[in-house]
């Protein structure tokens, strides 16, 4: 009976012990705030709220999630020694406590340290005591070193995947991929050999990078609202991640991203264009420029009288390799009254090719007769009705006379 006395005795003095020790570990001085404003330490070095904290005081200091925080009143850290026994309990916004020390081995004496990571942006408590929650009137400074986040700015891998789609193709060099957010990947399959590709985001400021061969896999190109994929490689699928930010910040924004076919064929246009000169009757002027040229074949014209079914007009030799601005001229000698549209078509010696803009050319013929004429209301009336009448001509023209 006796040994089991004792134990019990031993327990209940260390049940004792465990409970003080926990007590004085979580000291709380409410709210007595010194200094009464919020403190804001700069990084990088120590710094203090108040020259003269006594035990019992709580010290207000605003804090950056991600960010390192020591506070001290260890000659060691900080270069200050307390001259009494300190303790240092923090706490959060909602009274928890996240950091306490008593004696930091690292300390001369009984003086407390802390290094601690914020969890959240907002305001931190340190409450500065004496040992077992004790307070006093001794003035103590309170050491601060705040260490920022070091982020890693760079190519992003993002975990969440969206869709996957094909790379856009010569007769249709678009894809677009509609309501993307930052944080999102997608899959885009089947490049061309050779052929580049610009994937943009239309928020300019977006970061884009590019992998090949899996989500995670090499980075092919990265840069802010556009990355340039060079010179693809066919067969293997390619990979977009899209970010805020070179931070690889996520953002539940829809944004639309953008996937255009480089063009591989050898020209520059300067400009394509068509016109009737005195717009009656007579053949229609075609005319192209070029910056330059290379690789480049023949040149086709196209005509069309709805802007859907279209016929080969003529085909014009080009200049194979060229680095000057040339000119190029043909003719429609057979327009008909009414709307010719007309299109250039550009061929390289391997057979790819490539269109460039339609333009058209009214064709109106010369008036020869009044077909019909009409009065300001509407009516059908003789061409020969006195007053004010409205001629139409066989042309389709509509011109107004005064009969006497």
């Not at 004696?103 to 001369?108: E, I, L, N, V």
């Not at 070193?145 to 760079?154: F, H, I, N, S």
């Not at 064929?265 to 002027?285: Q, Y």
């Not at 007309?342 to 010696?349: A, E, M, S, V």
């Amino acid at each position: 009976m006796k040994n089991s006395y004792l134990t019990f005795k031993y327990f209940a003095t260390l049940l004792t012990f465990l409970i003080s020790f926990s007590l004085h570990s979580q000291c709380d001085n409410g709210t007595n705030y010194y200094p009464s404003s919020i403190y804001t330490p700069t990084p990088d070095s120590w710094v203090w709220a108040s020259t003269c904290n006594w035990a019992g005081e709580v010290i207000q200091v605003e804090i950056k999630s991600g960010d390192s925080y020591q506070f001290s009143t260890c000659d060691n850290y900080g270069g200050v020694l307390a001259s009494y026994d300190t303790q240092l309990t923090l706490r959060d916004g909602s009274g928890a406590v996240v950091a306490f020390n008593d004696d930091y081995f690292g300390c001369s004496g009984y003086s407390s340290y802390i290094n601690w990571t914020a969890t959240y942006t907002g305001v931190l408590y340190v409450h500065l005591n004496e040992y077992n929650c004790a307070t006093n009137t001794v003035c103590t400074r309170v050491m601060i070193y705040r260490t920022e986040q070091q982020l890693v700015a760079g190519p992003c891998t993002n975990m969440a995947y969206y869709t996957t789609r094909d790379f856009p193709t010569q007769q249709d060099p678009y894809e677009t991929i509609g309501c993307y957010y930052a944080g999102d990947y997608c899959q885009i399959n089947n490049p061309e050999q050779g052929v580049s590709y610009n994937v943009t985001s239309e928020n300019l400021n977006d970061w884009i990078t590019i992998r090949s061969g899996t989500y995670d896999g090499t980075v092919e190109a990265t840069g802010f609202g556009l990355a340039t994929i060079q010179s693809a490689t066919a067969g293997i699928p390619y990979f977009i991640h899209v970010n805020v930010d070179d931070y690889c910040v996520l953002e539940s924004i829809c944004r639309d991203v953008i996937i255009a076919r480089q063009s591989a064929l050898p020209i520059t246009l300067s400009f394509f264009d068509a016109f009737h000169l005195d717009n009656i009757e007579g053949s229609i002027v075609i005319e192209w420029a070029t910056h330059s040229q290379q690789n480049n074949d023949y040149f086709t014209v196209y005509k069309s009288y709805d802007g859907y079914e279209w016929n080969e007009l003529v085909k014009v030799q080009g200049a194979g390799n060229a680095n000057t601005e040339l000119f190029y001229q043909t003719r429609d000698t057979n327009p008909r009254p009414g709307v010719q549209y007309y299109k250039l078509r550009q061929t390289d010696y391997d057979g790819n090719w490539e269109e460039f803009e339609v333009v058209s050319v009214m064709i109106r013929t010369e008036r020869k007769e009044i077909v019909r004429a009409y009065n300001q209301l509407g009516q059908e009336v003789q061409l020969d009705t006195k007053g004010l009448i409205f001629q139409v001509w066989d042309n389709g023209d509509i011109t107004k006379t005064i009969n006497e």
